[in-house]
C-alpha cells in the first residue's frame, strides 16, 4: 500500500490499533457537552480521552495494588520451600560434617540467587 494514496492516516494503522482507537474515541462520547465547548473541539475531545485512559490506569494500579500482597506472600512462600529444598539437597550429596555448617550455610545461599 503507498503512503501517498491513502486519504485518511487511520488507514495505515493495523486493524488492531484500528479498533483501539476506535474504542478509545467512542470512549469519549460521555464528555461530548464538553468538549464540544473547546476553543478546538478535536484537541478536547483529546483531552477527554486522556480523562479516560487515565480512569483505566487508575482501575488497573487499584487492581495491582489489590493482588501484590497476596502474590508477594506466594513468592516467600515459593522462596522459602526453595530454601529448604536447596538445604536438603546439598546435605544429602555433600553430607557436611557438623563443623562445615557455615560453608554449607553460605553455599545455600549461593545457590539461592539462581
Do not use: Y
Not at 484500528?18 to 483531552?47: I, N, P
Not at 485512559?53 to 500482597?69: D, Q
Amino acid at each position: 500500500m503507498d503512503c501517498n494514496d491513502i486519504k485518511d492516516w487511520k488507514e495505515l494503522l493495523t486493524e488492531s490499533d484500528q479498533e483501539t482507537l476506535a474504542q478509545l474515541l467512542d470512549s469519549t462520547k460521555k464528555h461530548k457537552c464538553a468538549f464540544m465547548h473547546g476553543e478546538d473541539v478535536k484537541v478536547a475531545q483529546l483531552w477527554c480521552a486522556l480523562i479516560e485512559m487515565k480512569r483505566e490506569m487508575n482501575k488497573l494500579g487499584e487492581i495491582v495494588t489489590k493482588v501484590e500482597g497476596p502474590f508477594l506472600s506466594i513468592v516467600e512462600m515459593g522462596e522459602v520451600e526453595k530454601r529448604k529444598t536447596i538445604d536438603r539437597l546439598v546435605r544429602e550429596v555433600l553430607k557436611p560434617e557438623p563443623d562445615q555448617e557455615d560453608a554449607t550455610k553460605k553455599l545455600v545461599d549461593s545457590l539461592m540467587k539462581f
